[in-house]
């Protein structure tokens, strides 16, 4: 296989950040042991659905391991038993509970991501990968470089499942430790493999004080050795009082080891995120990857942004699954997922805790008005359906609240771009920007598919109920129990009703809905003493009711049709 092949000829990539949906469909007794049928639906532009079989031992095993990495991590199981484990009762409570606790291990982004879910919820993606070792053939790929030395595997420090990570060593000065990783490219990959050496290249070329520029070395597979100054970690490093070199969740699963930053020091670091981010959209440099764990803090005053080479390679951002919650209209370049990025560092400077969902409406009373104003502009639900603002957008309401002065570049800041770069830098930019206005266009759908079975199987909404509450009924003269049953049997077909006061009985409610709504046969006549007296003014269609559903296109006989098989 060629050096970088092209990912159309590769295996087919999985998309690690899109979120798993697990439903417990049923038990099923094997040897003496109760197993739990779980589907499990891997959420993106295709959906792709499997089964696994697990047994509470297997949950037990997953507790554990994930407890050795932090001793915070509680999955909320049901407690062992030991008499009377094949009780169908116990097991209806049993799969209850466990189904809860699926349904929080896919909900939060740091588990969701951790190679220990990802592997017990989709073995035949991650098993194998967990077992794998990289050792001698990052070994055999670093032999021909006279620079770096191989000196030993790390386990899995960030958050990306398919990043293997190494300590190396630079010859001519041993004493510094290097992060070296071993990266896969990943399904947003747009860029042949002569093209994407030449970007890479380019990219290596950057000389910038807020931007790490990481050594880049040519890997064969489809993947790429890059080599990073470890210094003092990451902003989320500093923030949570961590090594790097740690297990990613043993770092940021306990919030209490969060802290504060000194005023000075925090307004320091916003001031150089926005203006290294000023430089990547100014040159238009696709990123998209901007959250606290990719500041690296230099020393207490000074941060790099890094991870620059992530969108060449195709690479998934960390809050992808929130930007298409966001929509459309919200997200609609690399630049605006930046921008939403720096909303959650800010975010996460001034809470003391990560946040962990795609929106946040209230701020601490303690934070300044300036950052909690900027932060409902890019968190904030109301905001959604308005454009994200840019950089130099935020910049100048920062220097208006006095928090941000100018600065000026330096002429070596500025970045010469090839034509041809130039070119592969807009065509990384739209290949990423397509799958997740995929997604988006596929969740929008999904809710609306929501409401209108909301619509329909809605109790309130159902054509009984809408009689009972529109219709007034007089009986003239006292009826027996059988004109009583009589009554309650005329009340339910009086719901064909036309909306002129009509008593011709029709087939739907509207239009061509008679597949999705079926109409009960007419009964009996009824006695003249058992007729209802109906009041002209309650017949009237319910109007609000008629214009939702007319503004999600119910009434297209080909969604009926779909609906109605559903």
């Given amino acids: 296989m060629s050096m970088f092949e092209n990912s159309s000829n590769l295996k087919n990539k999985v998309d690690d950040t899109h979120p798993l949906k697990c439903t417990i469909l049923n038990t099923r007794n094997t040897n003496g042991y ?54 169908r009762k116990l097991i209806m409570q049993r799969q209850n509970t466990l189904q ?123 993947y790429t050795l890059s080599i990073h100054n470890i210094q003092v970690g990451s902003l989320r490093d500093l923030l949570y009082q961590t090594t790097p070199l740690q297990p990613f969740l043993k770092k940021y699963w306990d919030t209490s080891s969060h802290v504060y930053l000194p005023d000075q020091t925090m307004v320091s670091f916003i001031k150089q995120i926005l203006y290294g981010l000023k430089f990547l959209h100014d040159n238009h440099i696709p990123y998209g990857h901007l959250h606290s764990g990719n500041v690296l803090v230099c020393d207490i005053e000074n941060i790099k942004l890094t991870g620059i080479e992530n969108s060449t390679l195709g690479l998934p951002p960390f809050f992808r699954s929130f930007l298409v919650q966001l929509g459309k209209k919200r997200i609609q370049s690399l630049n605006d997922a930046d921008i939403y990025g720096f909303g959650h560092i800010l975010y996460e400077l001034t809470e003391n805790e990560p946040l962990l ?47 941000v002065e100018d600065q000026k570049d330096p002429s070596y800041f500025k970045y010469k771009i090839p034509a041809l770069v130039k070119e592969h830098f807009i065509l990384i930019a739209e290949k990423c920007m397509a799958r997740i206005f995929e997604d988006q266009k596929r969740n929008a759908l999904e809710k609306r598919h929501k409401k209108i079975y909301k619509i329909i199987h809605d109790s309130e909404n159902c054509p009984e109920v809408i009689q009972s509450k529109s219709f007034e009924f007089h009986t003239i ?28 009985p029709t087939n739907s409610i509207v239009g061509n809905s008679s597949s999705l709504i079926a109409t009960p046969p007419p009964p009996p006549p009824l006695p003249p003493s058992t007729i209802p007296v109906i009041s002209p003014h309650l017949i009237q269609p319910d109007n609000q009711r008629m214009a939702l559903l007319s503004s999600i296109n119910l009434f297209d006989p080909n969604k009926l049709k779909k609906i109605a098989k559903q």
Wanted: contains cysteine.
């Fill in 34 to 87: 109760t197993e739990y049928v779980i589907e499990v639906t891997r959420i993106g532009a295709e959906n792709c659905t499997w089964k696994i079989f697990k047994r509470y031992s297997d949950f037990v095993k997953l507790q554990n391991m994930l407890h050795k990495l932090s001793s915070k991590i509680n999955l909320d199981l049901p407690p062992k038993k030991y008499i009377g484990n094949m009780d």
């Fill in 100 to 222: 809860s606790s699926l349904n929080n291990m896919v909900e939060n982004i740091l588990l969701a991501n951790s190679l220990l879910v990802r592997s017990f919820l989709d073995p035949e993606s991650y098993s194998e990968y967990c077992k794998e070792s990289l050792f001698q053939k990052v070994g055999m790929v670093l032999r021909g470089n006279r620079e770096f030395e191989l000196s030993k595997e790390l386990p899995n420090i960030g958050w990306r499942l398919r990043r293997k990570s190494f300590l190396s060593k630079w010859k001519k000065d041993p004493k510094q430790e290097l992060l070296l990783s071993w990266t896969e490219c990943g399904p947003d990959l747009s860029l042949k493999s002569l093209d994407l050496v030449t970007v890479l290249k380019s990219i290596s070329s950057i000389r910038h004080p807020l931007i790490d520029v990481p050594v880049i070395l040519p890997s064969p597979e489809g």
């Fill in 357 to 403: 969902r795609p929106y946040c409406e209230h701020f601490s009373q303690k934070t300044s008005l300036t950052l909690i104003k900027q932060m409902k502009t890019i968190l904030a639900p109301s905001s959604s359906k308005l454009l994200m603002p840019n950089v130099n957008t935020i910049l100048t309401n920062f220097k208006h609240a006095r928090m």
């Fill in 477 to 504: 003269k006292n009826s027996s129990s059988l004109d009583n049953s009589n009554r309650s049997h005329s009340s339910s077909s009086n719901s064909t009703l036309t909306s002129n006061g009509s008593d011709t």
